[in-house]
């Protein structure tokens, strides 16, 4: 009757920890949403800014800096797409070594296959001299 009274005990105290277990993460889970919130409420705040600000500056001033965050967004596509190359051609390259380890094993197996045939022809022409 003590193990199952121990055995009760024992379960009481997982369903405890996995309950503040639980909590913990739903507390830490809330205090990151609310980060994550005053973080988007800042950038919101810098967005209007910047808006304000550009508004207020004279219109050449204006579209200059449009065409520099035009030509920045540009920039940023275009560096994108240089990443998405590059990673094509790494994983085209790893696939050329892959293969070229593929046919480098079949070569050193067909060598060994022409290596084990030449032997047995020159053991059968022996025989076959000394049969004769």
Do not use: C, F, W
Not at 5 to 19: F, P, R, T
């Amino acid at each position: 009757d003590g193990r199952a009274s121990e055995a009760g005990l024992a379960k009481k105290q997982v369903e405890d920890e996995q309950k503040l277990s639980a909590a913990n993460e739903k507390s830490h889970k809330a205090e990151l949403q609310n980060k994550l919130d005053i973080i988007t409420g800042l950038r919101n705040q810098v967005t209007d800014l910047e808006a304000e600000k550009l508004a207020n500056l004279p219109a050449d001033a204006q579209e200059t800096i449009q065409t520099y965050r035009d030509r920045l967004t540009l920039l940023e596509q275009e560096m994108e797409d240089v990443d998405t190359m590059r990673n094509k051609l790494e994983l085209a390259a790893d696939l050329e070594k892959t293969k070229a380890a593929s046919l480098q094993e079949n070569v050193d197996r067909l060598n060994t296959t022409i290596g084990d045939l030449n032997t047995k022809i020159t053991t059968l022409k022996d025989e076959k001299r000394k049969g004769s």
